[in-house]
T-cell receptor, first 114, second 108 residues
Framework: GAGVSQSPRYKVAKRGQDVALRCDPISGHVSLFWYQQALGQGPEFLTYFQNEAQLDKSGLPSDRFFAERPEGSVSTLKIQRTQQEDSAVYLC????????????FGQGTRLTVV | RKEVEQDPGPFNVPEGATVAFNCTYSNSASQSFFWYRQDCRKEPKLLMSVYSSGNEDGRFTAQLNRASQYISLLIRDSKLSDSATYLCVVLFGDKIIFGKGTRLHILP
């Protein structure tokens, strides 16, 4: 497919469980972003990569959150010991280089922690 | 102060009316600006980029005021299908920051 693909679309996790969310960006896109979106809120920045380098992880809410993009393509966002406050939609976006290029989003993973 | 701020609304506007949203940003070195639209339970999608000279796309007009660090979106002759959340997006370097979004409801 030509777009950003995220999996799974929905994930229900028991509190304390570890989860891994996957993002397949558009082929050739250098930049990849992760956002957390709570109900009724705008997307909150978590982290971003340029190729395999994680250039900014200032938005990760705690050390339970970890992201990687080892080969500069697919990225995984891992949440350890999930808590109820982690329930949200996790959006991935990718973008090619250039000042006015748009970011394309995946459909998101809706995580519910019970 | 938040990096990007928007009035969350909701704006309840009758069909056919004109509605305007503003957004302010804190970093004067910001380079690029966009408006995205997000429908309920969907991902954000680009509505339009915002250029220094201002730009128009059909019923939509976007403007940038660098001196005052705000951008605006004007929707003329609003349609029921314009009901959505409008997200202000600012690019700092290679980092994309979103506002919380402004909810718009077009009333029949």
């Amino acid at each position: 497919g030509a777009g950003v693909s995220q999996s799974p679309r929905y994930k229900v996790a028991k509190r304390g469980q570890d989860v891994a969310l996957r993002c397949d960006p558009i082929s050739g896109h250098v930049s990849l972003f992760w956002y957390q979106q709570a109900l009724g809120q705008g997307p909150e920045f978590l982290t971003y990569f340029q190729n395999e380098a994680q250039l900014d992880k200032s938005g990760l809410p705690s050390d339970r959150f970890f992201a990687e993009r080892p080969e500069g393509s697919v990225s995984t966002l891992k949440i350890q010991r999930t808590q109820q406050e982690d329930s949200a939609v996790y959006l991935c976006a990718s973008r090619s280089q250039g000042q006015n290029t748009e970011a394309f989003f995946g459909q998101g993973t809706r995580l519910t922690v019970v | 102060r938040k990096e990007v701020e928007q009035d969350p609304g909701p704006f309840n506007v009758p069909e056919g009316a004109t509605v305007a949203f503003n957004c302010t940003y804190s970093n004067s070195a910001s380079q690029s600006f966009f408006w995205y639209r997000q429908d309920c339970r969907k991902e954000p999608k680009l509505l339009m980029s915002v250029y220094s000279s201002g730009n128009e796309d059909g019923r939509f007009t976007a403007q940038l005021n660098r001196a005052s660090q705000y951008i605006s979106l004007l929707i003329r002759d609003s349609k029921l299908s314009d009901s959505a959340t409008y997200l202000c997006v600012v690019l700092f370097g290679d980092k994309i920051i979103f506002g919380k979004g402004t909810r718009l409801h077009i009333l029949p």
